[in-house]
């Protein structure tokens, strides 16, 4: 048996977040299917919310610190996914792996997926 959440139940839809009001209990309800033999899925977007305030939101600092974002002519490439700015990771690039491992290992210690 398995149970997912998609990108819902973050703060306003970012990556490696948990929107606490409204999913305050999902490490817990996780343990719990974890001590049921069961499973848990939590489905990742890797399109990074750009247009939160500096020191804020870690995916889009530490990934401009360490310039993983696609660019063209030196400027982020940026879409709109759910409500929010966004730019993209370039998985081509060796850090951006780094990154991303960075990214879920976080993610990891507060949602045991």
Sequence with gaps: DVQWNDIDCAVAYTDCTLNKKVFGDLPKFIDELHNNGQHYIHIM??????????????????????????????????????????????????????WWYQMISEWYKKSTF
């Excluded at 990074?48 to 889009?60: L, N, Q, V």
């Excluded at 600092?61 to 993983?68: E, H, P, V």
């Design 45 to 98: 977007d890797p399109g990074i919310a750009a247009d939160s305030a500096p020191g804020t939101y870690e995916p889009f600092d530490l990934g401009k610190k360490m310039d993983i974002f696609i660019k063209l002519d030196g400027k982020y490439i940026e879409g709109k996914v759910w409500t929010n700015v966004t730019v993209f990771p370039d998985f081509i690039n060796p850090r951006t792996s780094e």
